[in-house]
């Protein structure tokens, strides 16, 4: 796939203000002055006694964009909240970042240069081509964390994400079930590429969808720029399709159901794990009209305490992105606010072997709130997520409206 521009390396503070000095020297322990000495001769790669250093690897072009483009900014405001209140231990957490461009060979490519030319301590990524450094930053024994979106996130145990979108094996009921309860009888499903990340999430779904009864008749592979959309339309209709699912990208989506809808295919459901973005339905929303979208995250509709203080940040430090409550942004910012549990657990003196160890400890994360279930660090590596919250499109497109219920959990399928 060619790139769209060369991939960026760039050096960013991600903070606004410290505040005082006198953070460095505050503790739990009667000696205070004794853990600021210790922790100023820390020699872990990217610590130093004010700073943390980060890698920040990610889509910002190339095929995956579209999924990412707020994703740093969810990573600005997180860090940029931390930082305001001192710190991690009293050390700013800064980032150097780099642009993958969607494909795997730049990913490690990025991998290499953050890690060996910027002393970083550990990775944030959100990318779908993550595997192309997974066992680079495994030899290295470099904590990850981010969106679990390809199967080397479950191989690897340096590597931390609060759900994982696809296995090896296996699959679970609830995107079958979903879709019955919604009329589904007979699918069709549509998919962007033939990686080995999406050949998998494919047969989960096929998996899924018959388990619940729901037949899968039809499989399409399409692009937006090649795939006649109106002769597939036809062959659906034709083999009385009333489902579509699949790894579909929004822009494809809305090239497919004015057609459908132009040919009188009735189709009772659409299912999506894009598309959360109320930039998108500005754009193409009357397009997307009736799609539903499945989340890993409580959505913003609920408007929770922790949907303000997200989008409060977003609106101190990343004021750019508007409006704020984009899918991506969260991912970036659950994926900030993870690393910074780890970094937590580490101690004041961490080290990338503690950080690994203590994260993996952690038995109740919840994303402060963002997430519909607490996650076990140290069961949830390998296994499929079954738990999601799920959204409509409304009918005029303006607008994401929650099923009822709106949070759904399956069962493992093996």
Known sequence: MPLRKRPMFRTITAMLSLGSLAMLTACDSPSGSDERTAALSCTAPGVSGSEIRAGLLFSDTGAGQSA?????AGVDARLGVVNAEGGVNGRKVVYSWYDDATDPAQNLVGAQTLVGSDATFGIIEGTTTGAGSAQYLDDHDIPVVGVGGEIAWT???NMFAWSYYTTSAGSNSVWGELIRSQGGTRAALVDMAMSEAIQNFHRQLAESLEAAG?????TFNVTAGTTNFESLVRQMKAAGIDTLTGS???????RILPAARAAGLDLKVVLSPLGYDQTLLGLIGPQLAGTVIYLDFVPFEANTPAHSRLLAAMQMYSPQIQPPAQQSAVFGWLSADIFLRGLEAAGPCPTRAAFIQGLRAVH???????????????TNRGHLSGCYD???VSEDGSRFVPLQPVSRCGEPLR
């Open 68 to 72: 990412f483009q707020a994703f740093r």
């Open 155 to 157: 191989q690897h145990p």
């Open 214 to 218: 729901v037949q899968v008749d039809q």
């Open 248 to 254: 579909i990208f929004p822009d494809v989506l809305a």
């Open 364 to 378: 109740d994360y919840h994303g402060d709130g963002l997430l519909p279930h607490p996650i076990d660090f140290a």
């Open 390 to 392: 799920f959204v409509r």
